[in-house]
């Protein structure tokens, strides 16, 4: 099965491969096209995440040819798995509060994370979270050394392109809605800030 989501916005891709490998037998090959970075490293990254084969291609027309075989689903026991509460820090904004105290602020609860014993299995930023990850120094630093420790770190697709930072990110991966979603409905709670 071929299909085509060239100029489709997040989460449509993602969505739209889902619908299609729902519909296919195991061991079939389903084709996506995609047309930006994100959407491709978004299908690639649904694909992994349900333990299927996914390969990908640049072709002629200098589209992104993405191959998954639907197979049989397998996991691996996460031997760091007792390190992790499974909660995810949602991040809406680079400050908490106002001005140059809420920029303080944030950085300073994001520091105080890496000296919990237990932490969030993942943080996802949106809206001008976005620039915790692009261009507050302090900041990226810091969610470098949780994503060191294993937490798994996702900036809007979205929002990136809208602040027009896409080429800024300095940590973490291009996160879309549907994996938003889904981490958020499969936690065991979500703090926001």
């Known amino acids: 099965m071929k299909i085509d989501c060239r100029g489709l916005a997040c989460p449509?891709?993602?969505?739209?491969?889902?619908?299609?490998l729902d519909l296919l037998?195991?061991?079939?090959?389903?084709?996506?096209?995609?047309?930006?970075?994100?959407?491709?490293?978004?299908?690639?990254?649904?694909?992994?995440?349900?333990?299927?084969?996914?390969?990908?291609?640049?072709?002629?027309?200098?589209?992104?040819?993405?191959?998954i075989v639907k197979g049989f689903a397998c996991s691996v026991v996460d031997p760091d798995g007792d390190k992790f509460l499974n909660k995810v820090l949602f991040i809406k904004d680079d400050k908490v509060g106002e001005g140059e105290l809420g920029s303080k602020l944030i950085v300073g609860f994001l520091k105080s994370i890496l000296e919990l014993p237990k932490l969030p299995k993942t943080v996802i930023c949106v809206n001008k979270g976005i620039?915790?990850?692009t261009k507050n120094t302090a900041a990226v630093e810091i969610l470098q050394e949780l994503e060191k420790k294993g937490v798994e770190i996702f900036s809007c697709g979205v929002c990136l392109d809208f602040y027009e930072v896409s080429d800024e990110l300095k940590v973490g991966v291009v996160g879309n809605a549907y994996g938003t979603v889904e981490s958020l409905l499969n936690s065991d709670g979500t703090i926001s800030l």
């Open 12 to 20: 449509e891709p993602v969505i739209n491969t889902k619908k299609s």
């Open 131 to 133: 620039y915790l990850t």
């Open 25 to 67: 037998d195991d061991n079939a090959l389903l084709e996506v096209l995609v047309d930006s970075n994100a959407s491709r490293e978004n299908v690639i990254r649904f694909a992994n995440n349900e333990g299927l084969s996914v390969s990908d291609e640049i072709t002629e027309d200098g589209s992104v040819k993405i191959t």
